[in-house]
């Protein structure tokens, strides 16, 4: 009887460091879950100044277009030359357009990488549970080796979405507004 209350006792101690880290895990996913306002909120500003920024380009780039035809003269020898820089202005308009297009995108999808990697690091942190009161309660190593499993997963899942979010954010500090 001794014996088997010291056993018991000596399960639920081992048990304890794997407890520690799902609640460790549930409140890092909490965190990058509210994390995700405070992305949102650090990078606006900066999405909004470089989407300004693209703007003004765009419009000088414009602007550029719409006065050129005025400077040429219609007797050109080289007409060739006037669509070739009407083409390489309508490239750069496209491109400037399609950056600005880019980071507004970043952001949207810095916010769902964080929020999904919360929720996989969740569900992660559930399955680590389940095999804590599984191996608590005696069912056998069955149950405990498909919740591992299962498991993986989820973290497989998460370490992408959070290096997916990691190279967002990464992508965003290196964009400098002029």
């Known amino acids: 009887m001794i014996g088997s209350l ?29 994390h995700t306002k405070d992305f949102a909120e650090e990078y606006a500003e900066k999405v909004n100044s470089l ?4 703007n003004s380009t765009l419009s000088a780039r414009i602007q550029e277009m719409v006065e050129a035809p005025k400077k040429t003269k219609t007797g050109k020898i080289f007409p060739e030359l006037e669509v070739d820089l009407t083409e390489q202005r309508l490239s750069q308009i496209r491109r400037i357009g399609a950056e600005a297009a880019d980071w507004q995108e970043s952001l949207t999808l810095g916010k769902s990488y964080l929020r999904r990697s919360a929720i ?6 559930l399955v680590l549970v ?3 009161f599984i191996m608590a309660f005696g069912r056998g190593p069955d149950p405990v080796l498909f ?8 973290i497989i899942l998460f370490l992408h979405d959070i290096l997916r979010f990691r190279g ?3 992508k965003l500090d290196k ?4």
Not at 7 to 30: E, K, N, R, W, Y
Not at 120 to 125: F, M
Not at 147 to 154: K, N, Q, S
Request: charged share 10%; glycine share 6%.
């Open 147 to 154: 919740l591992e499993y299962a498991g993986g997963a989820p």
């Open 168 to 170: 967002i954010q990464t």
């Open 6 to 34: 010291e056993l018991q006792l000596s399960d639920a101690i081992a048990l304890l460091p794997i407890g520690a880290i799902a609640v460790t895990l549930f409140a890092l996913s909490v965190e990058l879950y509210f």
């Open 175 to 178: 964009a400098r507004a002029a």
């Open 51 to 54: 989407v300004l920024q693209a």
């Open 120 to 125: 996989w690091l969740a569900v992660s942190a």
């Open 130 to 132: 389940a095999v804590v």
